[in-house]
């Protein structure tokens, strides 16, 4: 329950250099996704992508519509990552993210709210909490999770640029949460550098995608309101409105047969 942040001041650290550093991280991801849409050109790209899909629509959304479309990406791309298919990916990326927006807020509480008090109520408890919690999910992720891991049979040590960001917010947790137990200043500078590099990174690793997805998701749910759906054709019969004879003639066939031998050779794991 005791708040790391006033230790600091045992190193020369005055609560207004913690507070220049938290408006700097803030600075450094504002311009870093930026800098990434400019470079990706992804706001260009979606702009003209609207004004090309509509005039393929075949209505026109109200408000409320767009409204109610909105609330249904909210609740459930961004709150509950419903894009996730595989279960376990899905409680991996939940931990992390919940654990992530708590450990900033709680962060920004202790460093602006109490830097040099010791005692701070419950957040410096929530704050590694929300430590624990990207570890949990973020350690299952690197080790299990993976793609290149799970479906392409590389080592876990495998280390490319896109694993950057997973990289520095493990560190940034990691060595966090280590330092609020022992108070060591090797894990202080560990703690530091990763979240310079986490945030200060932006430009080069996956984080301006949290921005990114939840945009394209609400595109999309317009895209199949409004009957423009992305130019593709409708919806054809699935298997399960199938007359029952097929399903049954489909069920009976041996998968080997339906699929070639390769099918029974290992479980399936990719996305």
């Known amino acids: 329950m005791s708040n790391p942040f006033a230790w600091l001041g045992a190193y020369g650290i005055t609560p207004g250099m913690m507070q220049a550093f938290v408006v700097l991280m803030v600075l450094a991801v504002v311009l870093g996704v930026l800098l990434d849409v400019a470079h990706k050109k992804s706001a260009k790209y979606f702009f003209e992508h609207t004004e090309r899909m509509k005039k393929f629509a075949t209505r026109q959304l109200s408000s409320s519509e767009k409204t109610s479309l909105l609330i249904q990406t909210i609740l459930s791309e961004v709150l509950t990552s419903s894009e996730f298919h595989n279960p376990k990916r899905r409680?991996?990326?939940?931990?992390?993210?919940y654990g992530f927006v708590l450990f900033v807020i709680s962060t920004v509480v202790l460093i602006f709210a109490y830097p040099t008090?010791?005692?701070?109520?419950?957040?410096?408890?929530?704050?590694?909490?929300?430590?624990?919690?990207?570890?949990?999910?973020?350690?299952?992720?690197?080790?299990?999770?993976?793609?290149?891991?799970?479906?392409?049979?590389?080592?876990?040590?495998?280390?490319?640029?896109?694993?950057?960001?997973i990289l520095s917010l493990l560190g940034a947790t990691t060595f966090g949460f280590l330092w609020s137990v022992t108070g060591?200043?090797?894990?202080?500078?560990?703690?530091?550098?990763?979240?310079?590099?986490?945030?200060?990174g932006v430009y080069w690793s996956k984080f301006g995608h949290m921005f990114f997805k939840p945009a394209a998701a609400y595109q999309k749910r317009v895209l199949m309101a409004d009957g423009s759906r992305e130019h593709l054709p409708p919806f054809y019969k699935r298997a399960e409105v199938l007359d029952q004879s097929t399903m049954d003639l489909v069920r009976d066939i041996p998968a080997d047969?339906?699929?070639?031998?390769?099918?029974?050779?290992?479980?399936?794991?990719?996305?």
């Open 91 to 97: 409680i991996a990326h939940l931990f992390k993210m």
């Open 257 to 271: 047969q339906k699929f070639g031998l390769c099918i029974m050779k290992d479980e399936p794991k990719h996305y």
């Open 184 to 200: 060591n200043g090797v894990l202080f500078f560990l703690f530091v550098l990763s979240t310079v590099i986490l945030f200060g």
């Open 117 to 165: 008090s010791e005692s701070a109520g419950i957040w410096p408890l929530l704050w590694r909490l929300g430590a624990l919690m990207v570890m949990i999910g973020g350690f299952w992720f690197w080790f299990a999770l993976r793609v290149d891991v799970m479906a392409e049979g590389n080592p876990w040590y495998r280390i490319v640029r896109a694993d950057m960001f």
